[in-house]
């Protein structure tokens, strides 16, 4: 180890920035040196996506600078990974060569709509920055017709974001008027709503959507996209405006790394931990196994709460102390109801023998609270 210990953090997403800034605020610069790479300079919670598709923000309003790290003398670099190399400690971008003591990965997931025939030429990605001024654009002018909104694989972020899109534009074609001429399908390849959230949550998500008349299609498992139809294993479906969530993979150097198998994800236990010394991964890219059959959703509460954990892990080592810190599993999503309110799911996924989940009741303070806790990530991390 060189004299200060020099962490390297792959990714500035909520992994990596909560763990940046939980380091930093514990270690001064003559403790540990900290640089965060991402190959975007830019920092934005999930969930203003859907706000932009409602049209009360815009991409330029919604985002934090990553070189705003500066300021706490966090040393930020903009630039692609393209290779991570684990015996020998240290990771190349298209234009540097960086060595380090400790390394957290937190390259979130990538969205790989190429992966469904058509999907890139019929229908639109929900999840991507560059699609939803356009899906804005579409439906501030849809008259008539039929939306369809389609999870094309498993595991994706967020997985009540969807439903809340889908509440959200049924909220804004009420507005407009049009809402009675506008069908709104929702296609999921699941048997349930969410099943990261159990049976007893998804029938109320159900009753949440049904109550707004969105028509939830479970087992729907997407083959194809062709103009205007949905192909799935056992049927077809037309639509006028298609909104998709396509599958997730894990970035390409991960693959090349060794760090994921096939189009899988990092497994880590509750320590974040991978199998070479004093590399960590948190977040969307890794798998963290809760039960049978269940994973760690992939959720901006969960790499953020994975980052810190890591921080006090390296904190830990860098003190020379014993102690290793656990990821709690704990968290709560928003769901806004597109009716001015918003409820919580909360979640505890290691307390007790297995997870537990529960849906609160919809109101305007969920909602305020909501909206602050995308003010409160973008200033205390930025
Ligand atoms: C519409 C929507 C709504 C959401 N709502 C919520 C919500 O209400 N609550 C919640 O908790 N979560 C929500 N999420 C999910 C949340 O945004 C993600 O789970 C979270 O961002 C994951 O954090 P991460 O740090 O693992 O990855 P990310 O935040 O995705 O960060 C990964 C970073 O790595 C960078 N990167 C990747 N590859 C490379 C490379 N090769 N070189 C350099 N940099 C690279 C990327 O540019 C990115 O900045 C939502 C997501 C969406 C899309």
Redesign the pocket.
């Known amino acids: 180890m060189t004299n200060i210990p020099h962490v390297l953090i ?8 909560s763990a940046a800034n939980e380091l930093r605020n514990s270690l001064p610069s003559s403790e540990v040196k900290i640089t965060v ?4 300079d830019w ?1 934005m ?3 203003a ?2 706000w932009i598709i409602n049209g009360t923000r815009t991409f330029e309003n919604s985002i934090g600078s990553l070189k705003e790290l500066e300021k706490k003398e966090i040393d930020f670099v903009q ?4 290779s991570i190399n684990l015996e020998d400690n240290n990771v190349e ?1 298209k234009s540097q060569k960086f060595s380090f003591d400790f390394l957290i990965i ?5 969205l790989a709509p190429q992966k469904i025939p058509g999907l890139e030429e019929n229908g639109f990605n ?2 991507d920055h560059n699609h939803l001024s356009k899906i804005h654009d579409k439906l501030q002018h849809i008259e008539s017709g039929k939306i369809a909104i389609s999870i094309m694989g498993m595991p994706y ?2 997985p ?2 969807p439903f ?2 889908s509440l959200l534009i049924d909220s804004m074609l009420r507005k407009r008027g049009v809402r009675n001429s506008v069908q709104i399908d929702f296609y999921s390849p699941a048997p349930i709503t969410l099943p990261a959230a159990g049976p007893e949550v998804s029938k109320q998500i159900l009753e949440l959507v049904n109550s707004e008349k969105i028509n939830f299609h479970n087992s729907s498992k997407i083959k194809s996209v062709e103009q205007n139809k949905l192909i799935f294993e056992n049927s077809e479906a037309d639509f006028d405006l298609l909104l998709a969530v396509p599958p997730h993979v894990a ?3 991960i693959y090349d790394s060794g760090l994921a198998k096939d189009s899988g994800f990092i497994p880590i236990d509750r320590d974040c931990k991978t199998p070479f010394e004093n590399v960590f991964a ?4 890794t798998s963290l196994t809760v039960a049978e059959n269940m994973t760690v959703p ?7 709460g994975e ?1 810190v954990t890591v921080a006090k892990n390296i904190i830990s080592k860098i003190q020379a102390k014993e102690s290793s810190a656990l990821f709690d599993g704990k ?1 709560g ?2 769901i806004e109801s597109g009716r001015d309110t918003a409820s919580l799911i909360e979640v505890d996924m290691f307390t007790n023998d297995k997870p537990s989940t529960n849906l609160t009741e919809s109101t305007s303070d969920n909602l305020s609270k ?1 909206i602050e806790f995308e003010k409160e990530r973008l200033s205390k991390w930025l």
């Open positions: 792959l990714g500035g997403g909520f992994g990596g920035l790479i991402d190959k975007k920092f919670v999930g969930f996506k859907l630039d692609e990974v393209t971008t937190s390259m979130g997931a990538v929900l999840y972020k967020c009540p974001a809340e899109a970035p390409k150097v948190v977040g969307d890219v992939k959720a901006g509460v969960f790499a953020e980052g968290g999503c928003f909501k």
